[in-house]
């Protein structure tokens, strides 16, 4: 016991050091991934992907691309700030589902987890936004109809 | 100033504790979020855990639907509470429970953040696994005084070999964008390019400097007072308030290490 855990927290520190290059991609390690950290933090600062969406009516024709994820208001908590949390990691959601459509079929991209969550995501705002059932939508990540268009849902 | 391995841990303790309990409290507010009815649904989540291990599915099982999520978060608190108090049994039941948080967001919910929560209670962990073992409490420790200097530098290294951070111009577009909701005030700060140099600059001396901290405490706590500076900063521009108490968790492991190192009474 006395040598073990040293040498495991040892093994920690050289893990985090080869993973600052190259990341782990296996299931399970992407789930507990906040064992071996990465401290790349601001590596790139260009803008993440944004979550765009756009309605129509039964019947009708799509509207304009708008917007899903609003950019937080200014006044925020510095000991608690849940709703700006979640906003972070709802573009996170967002990032995901754009790494993991990289190479992926296009009829199989509604079957991906994070596809499915951005979608009820979409969907959530769509509802408290006042559309009701029957309005069709589509949601794009990236740039306003250039980036990946997902298939038409119907809430 | 220096402290004793045990007051080094103490204060890791309750300061990893206060953390724990902010983090637990403001999961608890957005719990629609991961209902079953929400964006993060159990029931669509829990597909893509087919391929996993046998065990690591069951406890993930177990842990992760939104009751259970929830129970998991409610027990956090009176634990962050114990840990404070000096039940050092409670660390590892703490970080079993961050890392649950973290699969149930498919990987972290709040990045770094995360990342430096599991190190303060790893090594607490690792503590609390041989209180009589000087060995153990000192690898603990040492665990998460690298963890902490490699944060910073391998950050630091990372945007020093941009040129566009050399340049300023990158902090200048990052608080300038939508990404983080920052405040117009903050933006205004770094909006001409000698002030964005100068900023850009001082970040990153202070990143790449951060091993510095080591050579004993007269430096480490500049450091730390810059470092709580950085992360208030942070919070305040881009809302990562998170992070503030995470690495201030560390920051007692650092004080107990650079007295130790104490490279400055070799030169002295």
Redesign the interface.
């Known amino acids: 016991m006395g040598l073990v855990v040293p040498l495991l927290l040892g093994l920690g520190v050289l893990l985090t050091l080869s993973l600052s290059r190259r990341p782990l991609r296996s299931k399970a390690w992407v789930l507990l991934r906040s064992l071996l950290p990465s401290w790349r933090f601001f590596e790139d600062v260009e803008p993440g992907p944004e979550l765009l969406c756009r309605v129509a009516l039964p019947g009708g024709e799509y509207g304009a691309w708008q917007g899903v994820l609003q950019a937080r208001a200014a006044s925020r908590g510095l000991v608690l700030n849940a709703a700006g949390n979640l906003q972070l990691a709802y573009q996170s959601l967002v990032e995901q589902l754009e790494s993991e459509l990289d190479g992926v079929e296009r009829g199989v991209a509604p079957t991906l987890v994070p596809y499915r969550l951005v979608q009820r995501l979409v969907e959530q705002r769509l509802r408290s936004s006042g559309n009701g059932v029957g309005t069709r939508y589509q949601f794009c990540i990236g740039d306003a109809g250039e980036g990946y268009v997902s298939e038409e849902h119907a809430l | 100033m220096s402290l004793s391995l045990v007051d080094a841990l103490t204060w890791c303790a309750r300061l990893s504790a206060l953390s724990v309990a ?1 983090q637990t ?3 608890l ?2 719990r629609a ?1 991961y209902a079953d009815q ?4 159990w029931p ?2 829990k ?3 087919a ?3 046998l065990p ?1 599915r069951a406890l ?1 099982g177990a842990l992760l639907p939104y009751r259970a999520f929830l129970a998991l978060l409610v027990v956090r608190l009176p634990l962050a509470g114990l840990l404070a108090m000096g039940f050092w049994w409670c660390a590892p039941l703490l970080l079993v429970s ?2 649950a948080i ?2 149930r ?8 953040s ?6 303060v209670l ?2 607490l962990s ?1 503590a609390a ?2 209180l009589n ?1 000087p ?2 409490l000192k ?2 420790l ?2 998460v005084t ?2 902490l200097v ?6 630091g290294c ?2 020093v070999s ?1 040129s ?1 951070w050399r340049r300023g111009e ?2 200048r ?2 608080l300038s ?5 920052t ?2 005030w903050i933006s205004v700060l770094v909006a001409k390019p000698p002030a964005a140099r100068l900023a850009a600059g001082a970040l990153l001396a202070f990143e790449c400097g951060f091993p510095l901290a080591l050579v004993g405490p007269r430096m480490a706590l500049p450091f730390m007072a810059c470092g709580a500076l950085f992360h ?1 900063g942070n ?2 521009a881009f ?1 990562l ?2 992070f ?1 108490f995470a690495w201030v968790a560390a920051y007692p492991a650092l004080l107990y290490f650079s007295a130790q190192l104490a490279i400055s009474s070799f030169i002295h």
């Open positions: 902010l409290l403001e999961l507010q957005i979020a929400g964006v993060w649904s669509i989540l597909e893509e855990h391929a996993l291990p690591l993930l961050q890392l973290g699969a967001f498919r990987g972290t919910f709040n990045g770094g995360d990342y430096m929560t599991v190190v790893s090594g690792a696994g041989g073992q060995l153990l690898a603990g040492a665990y690298v963890q490699l944060s910073y530098f391998i950050a990372v945007k941009r566009e990158a902090l577009r990052l964008s939508n990404r983080y909701g405040p117009a208030l919070a305040a809302g308030n998170r503030l």
